[in-house]
């Protein structure tokens, strides 16, 4: 009953005062304009994924159409055979696309720094120019748009402050302690109760802009479950700091004193913190300026003006084409030997790349050893990993990309020395298969 009582006071205080009812509402909007900011992205790149479905189902269709007809030459690109593995595979519109989730609503993360669809052919890397490299979580903080997760990393912490600054300081400065002492069990108790009052107002504020999300990106429907998962990681995040403003207004008795340390905590674990965690990393981790694929052009001339060693590298790839038709068939050796460069360039790509993704990794161990003092960062990694767009998911986008290449060079290579003659079938086959890397 006198929790009660300290609520309806409490209550009452807050609608008194209109610099808390203004902070409460500017939240509201900042929220509602992140959402809507998350819910922008999610809309272009689902609208940019179905423009490449189509164009992707128009070429299909095309192709096949060429082969129903016979016609598997082009007068004017004479070189050109569509009934020749390379060619036909050269052909076959393969895109990886990362359907972005609908939690993304709530955290953009690195969806911006990122591509979300890569067009797969023999040349194609993880690491081409149109899939620029992954800006590691914490440095994210220092640059973030305004989506929902910046709003309750930054924003709600300060809208708590403003709530919270002069709750027993005011009674303090007042003389007004010892008569309260007189009327609770304790000021501990006086004290957690005001501020569990308005742990409950942000609470229910935060979850009516969690709602407002989920309808926009209608997360109740396909991701029921990072709608729960998001909503516990912002109330363990506002009792984190629910529980840093109580000790300081605890151990305080001054409305200034108190607004200070509690900004200066604020300061420290949003912006100080994450900043030297992210200086330190950079000084001993530099970013990688990729410089592994220059040396990837200087072996790929190497490899084409040595026969022999061009054919062993081959052959310890493939040893299996020692075996096939076109391997003991002089007419076919050449050609069959020229078309499979790129499964050799695909090699050398995946050797420049494990350096690279080694020194990312390292990276980002190094920030997940700094989570039990840097708070800010192991939340905002949380949201992104919710919301599918951190490191370790564009990792693994990365990883399907680097499978679907193998796959479609290992094809080229089996079809080429096996000389097989592509039909409409095939192409079909191709179609369908070298979409997926199982």
Known sequence: MRDLTIFLYEWKHFFRNPFKILAVFLFIVAGVYGLNNGYSLYQNQTAEIEKIHEKIQTEKEQYQQQYAEGKLTDDSRPWIDMASPFWAIWYTPTYHIKTPSPAMVYSIGQAEQYGFYKRVTFMASPYDADMAEEIANPERLQTGTLDFAFVVLFLLPLLLLILLYNIKSAEAEQGFLPLIEVQTASKNSWLISRILFYFLLVTSVTIGLLIYGAMLTDVFKNASEAFGQILLYTLLYLAFWSLIFFFILKNGNSILGNTLQMVGVWLLLAFVIP??????ISI?????????????????????????????????LFPEITKTTAFNDETKFNSAMSNSAYALVNELNKEAIRPIEKESQDKNTLIEATYWFNPVTFFQNKFNSIAQTNYNDYQVY??????????????????????VKVDTERYKWYSESLSTAR
């Not at 990365?398 to 000389?419: F, H, N, P, S, Y």
């Open 284 to 316: 001993s981790k530099p970013a990688n300026l990729m410089t592994e694929f220059i040396e990837v052009r200087d072996k790929q001339e190497e490899l084409y003006a040595n026969d022999s060693v061009f054919e062993r590298k081959l052959i310890d």
């Open 275 to 280: 900043a030297i965690v992210h200086q330190s």
């Open 398 to 419: 990365r990883d399907e990309i680097q499978a679907l290449i193998d796959k479609r060079t290992g094809v080229l290579i089996e079809d080429i020395w096996a000389d």
